[in-house]
């Protein structure tokens, strides 16, 4: 407690719950909780230092299991105040984990063994509800009125929903090229949709200029100047699996790259329910995935090299198309620390895998929401749709 009242005082104004500082993932420099994201000692990515110094493991396990069916039951673990369910958010999270025995069985993996995190139950149908409803809790804590992103499809749909909820003014940039159904998908929301000729790369670019500039005055760029608290929401990925597989680690866990985010949050995820007793400590593997069309981290991994090179991205998976993924060096280390890899398949693998998952579980009729541990009661398992609907087109 004592830590926690020292923490709050001197370092940082805001209240973001167990959120003391902002401290450099490169030197560990510690600046106080506010909309910066690079170090100013050696420009380094800044991250949230934790005080979770006063949780006891039984009772932090029983407060996040009371909690609500969404991401705020580990709102403990989060960037965020501890009022936060009680806010204007879009709730994402405590999405299914599906066993996939049809698919484990095609691919010739036991049976009870392989599961699927589907995220396309989020309000927005992908995992960038997450992290959004995080930079909402940043922005609100800021003063920002404006909530903006660069995005490669599915950020831009979730920023505006999250915006339209929360009451931000929303102003997304996409490459002008963006598939026609992932704008419909962004524009219906209300919010200003600004296409900018080039790739996903340059848009960013000119978001990150728009910062130091007038005009991006009481703006917050949830994966710029709001990034560090963002990127925090793919933690909850890693909280639910293992909750879902009843408080234990995964052996192996599959995650698709763009910029290396949500892979290095869901390793910092299982460290952290490791450190809190709330899973035992096992060795576990990560293995990222990414398209041949746009495989900087991959071809960097298999080359040995601990520096990423950009590419120019030519992909039909739009939604990883980042040709210089901001995280890809700890991608590399985490693929290599837990004895995990990093792969790439091409387009027509990338369509083969989309009909086998549709083919192998999309007509399952099983009640299954979780299947292992106890927790008979947790709120995904009420849940018995199929695995795969009409919402799963829009993905990709
Ligand atoms: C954004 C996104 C990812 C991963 O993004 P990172 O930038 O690596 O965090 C994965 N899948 C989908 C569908 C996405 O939209
Ligand atoms: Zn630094």
Partial sequence: MAVQTVASTT???VDLGPAAALSCRECGHR??????FACE????PLEIAYDFSAYGTEELRKRIEAG???????APLLPVPADVAGKPNINPGWTKLVQADNLARELGVDPGKLFVKDDSGNPTHSFKDRVVAQAIEAARAFGFTTLSCSSTGNLAGAVGAAAARAGFRSCVFIPHDLEQGKVVMAAVYGGELVGI???????NRFCSELIGDPAGEGWGFVNVNLRPYYAEGSKTLAYEICEQL?????DQIVIPIASGSQLTKIDKGLQELIGLGLVEDKPYRIFGAQAEGCSPVSTAYKAGHDVVRPQKPDTIAKSLAIGNPADGPYVLDIARRTGGAVEDVNDEQIVEAIRLLARSEGSSRRRRGRDRGGHQEAPGERCSRPVLDHRRAQHG
């Fill in 68 to 74: 609500p069916a969404n991401i705020w039951r580990y």
């Fill in 41 to 44: 000692e050696c420009f380094g």
């Fill in 31 to 36: 600046v106080p909780l506010g909309p910066v």
């Fill in 197 to 203: 000729e080039g790739n996903y790369d340059d848009v």
């Fill in 246 to 250: 009843g408080w234990e680690l995964p």
């Fill in 11 to 13: 370092e940082s104004a």
